[in-house]
């Protein structure tokens, strides 16, 4: 059976024996390492006022990214547009697409990527949010090529090729891709509740146009690959415990794995997490390609995007290393 592809949300998580450049540095090295396993694309996603995580500056991170890598395509997944004027947004990306013509993807989202403060930090506007679909296509516009028309040029995106993806853990972000005839990403990897719901939807709904004749699903999953399910387990801690401190409002570095991740929560916190890592893929190579093989086959998926939150590098590769070998 031919697999789908295989795609990888890079986090740059800032560890604390490490630092932001460390993170960064260990960002591109995974693109490259990823790129050799076969990968279709690595994403990174706009946060902000979050200190384990160093990719705020997106369009600069994906440049620094893209320079170790010749064929793997690199993008946003995503940014949060009501942060942005599209025109800015355009010029970045394309900008990206001049300097790594055919590789660079934009996936965009209407959630903030951070707290109430930082947005107004960021001057984001009131109402921002509701004209997502409206800035979408604004945004999808300053790539047209040149046609002679007077028009505003956000210079130097106009006829370059950027693929636009919608990104979404709920209704409308499906509704809106099948509307504009655009690949959909689900972030099942943190928010799996309408993941179902919102595949039919999207595929019901779907309108083809000439560049995307079908639909095109991309379903997020947490995996940890190791040679043993008690080693893969104890790796998996690191992610479950930054997801609660989301709970506990702590918010901070990446911290390496424990072995006993029951006695770090509480039962109310481990239901708290574990339904917001309901679709995790935890094991040895061979549970991890039987895991993968029941996503796809529940979904049906088009493209399956990682989420390997390992805090020591070279285990991240093995893991990474793993699931390409189980998956072929």
């Known amino acids: 059976m031919t697999q789908i592809p295989l795609s990888l949300l890079e986090l740059v998580r800032v560890t604390e024996t490490g630092g932001p450049r460390r993170a960064l540095l260990d960002a591109r090295a995974i693109a490259t390492h990823v790129e050799a396993l076969g990968f279709q694309r690595l994403w990174v996603a706009e946060h902000h006022n979050m200190q384990g995580i160093a990719s705020a500056a997106t369009s600069v991170v994906l440049a620094h990214i893209a320079e170790g890598t010749s064929r793997l395509r690199i993008g946003a997944g995503g940014i949060m547009l009501p942060n942005h004027a599209p025109y800015i947004i355009a010029e970045q990306f394309g900008t990206l697409a001049q300097l790594h013509p055919g590789r660079i993807d934009l996936a965009l989202g209407r959630a903030p990527g951070t707290d109430q403060a930082t947005l107004r930090a960021i001057r984001q506007h009131p109402g921002a949010s509701a004209r997502f679909p409206q800035d979408v296509v604004e945004l999808m516009g300053y790539f047209a090529p040149e046609d002679g028309t007077p028009r505003i040029r956000a210079v130097p995106a106009p006829g370059t090729e950027v693929a636009f993806f ?35 939807l999207y595929r019901a709904h779907f309108k083809a146009t000439a560049a995307r004749p079908a639909p095109h699903a991309v379903v997020g999953v947490n995996v940890v690959c190791a040679e043993t399910e008690a080693e893969a387990r104890r790796l998996f801690t690191t992610q479950q415990q930054s997801f609660t401190g989301i709970f506990r409002n702590a918010r901070g570095l990446s911290q390496p794995p424990i072995d006993d991740i029951e006695s770090f929560w509480t039962p109310r916190e481990r239901a708290q997490v574990m339904g917001m890592l309901r679709c995790h893929v935890v094991g040895s190579p061979e549970q991890v390609r039987a895991g993968l093989q029941a996503l796809v086959a529940q979904t049906q998926a088009d493209e399956l995007m990682l989420v390997t939150d390992i805090y020591d590098f070279e285990a991240r590769c093995r893991s990474l290393t793993l699931t390409a070998e189980a998956w072929r």
């Open 166 to 200: 919608i990104l979404g853990s709920s209704h409308f972000g499906a509704m809106l891709a099948a509307e504009l005839g655009l690949p959909y990403g689900f972030a099942s990897h943190f928010a799996p509740d309408y993941l179902h719901e919102a595949l039919h």
